[in-house]
């Protein structure tokens, strides 16, 4: 057995971090008020009642909006609403804070947008989920967009086109998981077709909020999210656009930002809000996924799975991925034309990933032995150019590979 | 000895597992010993499930990702599984697995 590394290592059990023990309640009280009996634990160690749970989740959604003052009174919203419980919290959190009188009222207007995207419903299924979030935003008294993803994939990205406001014109087919499938190579795996979903996703939102006059979009992004997001995004080669996939703003576009309002939530906590606030949300049929199907599903459980024994792992890791910045010099440099993030800065010295691609390209060139080794390096090294004009940044310059319009 | 008497409720997709009935007021069939939340969880697997135990149950609780509340506080508070379960109690099962 290999022991590299475990020198120091006395006993076997030292080697890993001991779970946290799981919780115990001391005295049954609530850790706020101190008064009430509490009814819910965060972080597997703080006991809170209700009241004191309830107005502490909404101070914090209000107080980021506060402490960051990316909207201004009067600005128009766009806000992605989709299943599950975070966006429906979303939604109550700002008509409750809409709706109140006193000088911390929220004084801008949301408008909603839903993206239809669930290929793997029935259209019975679809129909009925479009229908339940009309009559649920209804409620909220939002205006609300839908849009067809697959049919702004087929119009090419012509957003304004499938934009619609009557969901009698949303456009549910049988036929869209072929359709969609259609644009993307039948090769291309899992992990690639979820990174190109997302980013036609991102560009909707972008494109759906110029056209409706908005200057930020708020998406339902948890803390779970950005964590797993954070590690795809080492994983998939997208470090250089880090600090805009997973920080507080992606402001890659000059006029629209997207902000997360909800990245130091987590699940359980919106969840139980939803239920004390008596919220229906949509609920989406579950399928078993292998988790080793896409990276994205891996890294998910993998920092679902910690989080379950070391509470601090989503916010510790959200957190480092505040500290990260995108490079100054990086902000003028062309833009990807798939994610639309800067593209890299081009050294004199070959970097890793153009190494690889010279190595790639000049095996695959047949070698002339008519010169010695070091004339026939010399002269593949200057014909060998730079994969400098690619429309894409490196990431997407594989993806690229994948789609079949771009 | 008769039955226990206890109101059973789904929230946030878990009432798809069961028929898509959101709220069910059970039974449980009078037995040696207490009902546990542990055998109510088996329970339930056995007599309301209409879909795959794995999508509900993982080793002997239920899967990570649904919230139990018992009368509307949370399991961790009432030492989860062990907790032992009296007449008219409410116990709600919330599946908090969303897109992403």
Known sequence: MCSVGDDNLEEKTSKYMEPVPKFKLDDNKCNKCRASTPCIVLRGKDAYCQACFLSGTTHKFKAFLGKHRFVYPNDKVLVYHTEGHPSTSLLHFLRSGLDLSTPKKLRFEPIVIYIEDKIDLSSEERSDAAEFIRKQVEEYKFPLHYISLCDCVKKNNKVAECLVDDISKLSIGDNDKENLNQVLNSKANTTNKRDILKIYKKTILIEAAKHLGCKVVFTPELGIDIASQLLTNVSLGRGIHLALDVGICDNRDEDVKIVRPLRHFEIKELAMYNHFNRLEVVAKKEKLENIYSSVQSLMKNFVGGLQNNFPATITTIVRTGDKLAMEKSLEDNPRCVLCRGPQENRNEELTSAESTSFSHWVSTRSPQYSMTPVERYEKSLESFSVAGDSPYCFACERLSHDLVVS | ?100
Do not use: C
Request: charge should be negative; charged fraction near 30%.
């Open chain 2, 1 to 100: 000895m008769s039955g226990l008497n206890i109101t059973i409720e789904f929230g946030g997709g878990a009432e798809l597992l069961f028929g898509n009935k959101k709220k069910q007021e059970v039974i449980l069939p009078a037995k040696e010993g207490e009902w546990t939340l542990k055998d109510l969880i088996f329970w339930m697997k056995d007599n309301l499930l209409q879909e795959r135990p794995e999508l509900f149950i993982q080793d002997d609780s239920v899967r990570p990702g649904i919230l139990v509340l018992v009368n509307d506080a949370d399991w961790e508070l009432m030492d989860t599984v062990k907790y032992v379960l009296e007449a008219k109690d409410k116990i709600v099962f919330i599946s908090t697995l969303h897109g992403g």
